[in-house]
């Protein structure tokens, strides 16, 4: 594997750039019920309960009750312990469920119950499983075991679809972000994800844009779309809008898809939701007219 | 010896604690009678008064769960740091009364005179530039009094039959849009404002729009009082333009507003049953305004709270 450095500066300058551009009315109507569409709905919480799950499933169902014209979002994504539960109230609606899995959020435990970890949420009916790599192995350099944990971790999937979390908060560099992605995308990963929402910083423009530019570099050398999930920290209907500027002017238009393209989110939701209704209603919204997410 | 070049203040909007320009870009001139430019102002927009709402929002629970001394401190605070500056409010008035002063019709030259008689509404001769900055530091002293005082007159103890106290305490009512009318500018914001603020609720005031440079300088006692960020936002430019935003705004409680012409007034009137607000317009002779049992009544406090009844067993 070729090793990519990262010109920070540069990284960092880009991914500002696109937060300049300004996205109106129709466009920004439009723009807004893509990311309705591509939020993983997530709660990780102590705290959860089965009615907690339910109540964020029918939220994902039915975003806003006075506007049945609004897309689902993408998936719910819980903890394994819910995944029965999620995949019950979901029904056909169409809206995945997402387990995390492999002893999130620290990835800290040994091989073989991380693996049973992920074949138990996968035999539950989750339809994508979310991974922790072990940033411990990767900082320590032994990335060749790495990879092989997510490769094992990939076969135990079956046919779910497999998001591999780098935690980017935890890698210290853009070139260590850079060569976890693609060490992650060599070891079978369909997604790349940045972050398990539990460490500051989450998700950023900056190192989402090299996961973009890790996913591009794979799709010109093989053909194969990767997606790339941005998670924690995007919390403003306008930040998000700025990701897909950012997905397109990288990726291009493929990737402008709940298939290859999410949002780990709670808050934006309902931000997303509130922006719609004022360009619906020409009202701004309070946030007592939308339920909670 | 070289001539000094004057500084001349820059007055923007006050938003959670900082003193942004209107995002829009846009700025409005502020002439006296003479045509003379006294100031520019910033024309805020509809998207800064939603930044102001999300900010008074943000600020609006740990406001209202300050204690209410806590509170009082501040809003006297408030009046500390305005009497520093009684001289330069009162300039800046004096700056501005020529204008009100031709809109009367009556010919004053030299300023004395002039600022003796801003008559523009009614004819108040009381009201002189320095009269309104006493006046407002007066008032803010007033309500910082009302602060822990205002829940013993408007709540009570009711009587029931069993063993339980059934107390009816206020609480805050939210978000107030404050709207204040074209004069006494400074005096005007500040009885609109401190009623809301005393009690617990956050304020976006929107400045008046012949003299709106005394708002911004409020901003200043503001940011220099301990006032937590957003608590109280200020906007200045054109009150036709925000008015029915105010109104239609779903996040906005409550709006505090006082003589404003009639469109306006019923603009605001009618955008609220929508968004269930509370609405009072006032309507405050020229010479009540210095009059304090009219102006600092804990019944000013009262549309902004929301009365709260609690069940209690009783020892016996």
């Known amino acids: ?293 | 010896m070289a001539t000094r070049l004057n500084i001349t203040k820059t007055h923007k909007l006050y938003i959670k604690g900082a003193f942004p320009r209107s995002e829009s870009g846009r700025s409005i001139v502020v002439n006296d009678a003479k045509g003379a430019v006294v100031a520019h102002v910033c024309r805020a927009s509809r998207k800064d008064l939603r930044e102001a709402v999300v900010a008074a929002r943000g600020a609006q629970c740990g406001w209202s769960r300050r204690p209410a001394y806590n509170r009082g401190q501040i809003l006297y605070r408030m009046a500390e740091m305005l009497e520093g500056k009684r001289t330069e409010f009162t300039e800046v008035i004096e700056a501005m009364a020529v204008k009100s002063v031709s809109r009367t019709g009556k010919k004053k030259t030299g300023k004395k005179k002039a600022s003796l008689a801003r008559t523009g509404n009614g004819g108040v001769k009381a009201l002189s530039p320095l009269r309104e900055v006493d006046a407002s530091i007066d008032r803010l002293v007033a309500f910082a009094g009302w602060a822990d005082k205002f829940s013993q007159v408007l709540g009570c103890n009711n009587a029931v039959n069993g063993p339980y106290y059934n107390f009816t305490v206020a609480e805050a009512t939210g978000v107030t849009a404050v709207v204040t009318p074209d004069e006494p500018a400074l005096l005007a914001m500040v009885s609109l404002i401190a009623p809301v603020v005393c009690s617990g609720g956050t304020v976006v005031a929107f400045a008046s729009e012949r003299e709106p440079m005394t708002a911004c300088m409020f901003g200043e006692v503001c940011a220099t009082s301990d006032v937590p960020a957003g608590v109280i936002n200020i906007l200045t430019g054109q009150r036709d333009e925000l008015v029915p935003q105010i109104a239609s705004h779903r996040d906005i409680d409550a709006i505090h507003a006082a003589n404003l012409p009639k469109a306006q007034g019923q603009a605001l009137r009618d955008g609220a049953p929508d968004s269930v607000k509370r609405v009072r317009v006032r309507e405050i002779a020229a010479s009540e305004w210095l009059d304090s049992d009219v102006c600092e009544s804990p019944w000013w406090i009262e549309p902004f709270v929301e009365m709260k009844t609690i069940w209690h067993p009783s020892a016996t």
């Open chain 1, 1 to 293: 594997m070729s090793k990519v450095t990262i010109d920070r500066v540069m990284a960092d300058r880009r991914a500002a750039s696109f937060s300049a551009r300004s996205i109106k009315t129709g466009s920004k109507g439009e723009g807004l019920k893509l990311v309705l569409s591509m939020v993983d709905l997530t709660t990780l919480e102590g705290q959860d309960t089965p009615e907690k799950v339910r109540s964020l499933c029918r939220k994902a169902m039915r975003p806003d009750s006075n506007d049945p014209s609004l897309p689902t979002a993408a998936a719910i994504c819980v903890y394994p312990e819910f995944v029965a539960v999620a995949k019950a109230e979901l029904g056909d609606s169409g809206v995945h469920v997402a387990s995390v899995a492999t002893g999130f959020p620290s990835g800290q435990y040994p091989l073989a119950v991380r693996l049973e970890d992920t074949k138990r949420a996968v035999e539950a009916g989750a339809d994508e499983i979310d991974m922790v790599i072990s940033r411990g192995l990767f900082l320590a350099g032994q990335r060749g075991r790495v990879f092989d944990e997510i490769a094992q971790i990939k076969e135990a999937c079956g046919s779910a679809h497999l998001k591999v979390i780098l935690e980017t908060g935890e890698l210290e560099t853009y070139d260590n972000v850079r060569a976890a992605s693609d060490l992650a995308i060599a070891a079978g990963a369909d997604f790349v994800k940045t972050s398990t929402g539990k460490v500051a910083p989450a998700a950023t423009m900056g190192v989402t844009l090299i996961l973009l530019e890790s996913v591009r570099d794979h799709f010109i050398k093989t053909g194969k779309h990767i997606g790339v999930k941005p998670a924690g920290g995007i919390r403003s209907a306008k930040v998000a809008v700025r990701y897909l500027v950012m997905v397109r002017e990288t990726v291009g238009d493929d990737w402008l898809t709940p298939e290859l393209f999410r949002f780990g989110a709670s808050t934006l939701l309902n931000d997303v939701l509130m922006q719609l209704a004022r360009l619906r209603t020409g009202q701004y919204m309070s946030r007592d007219d939308f339920s909670e997410a």
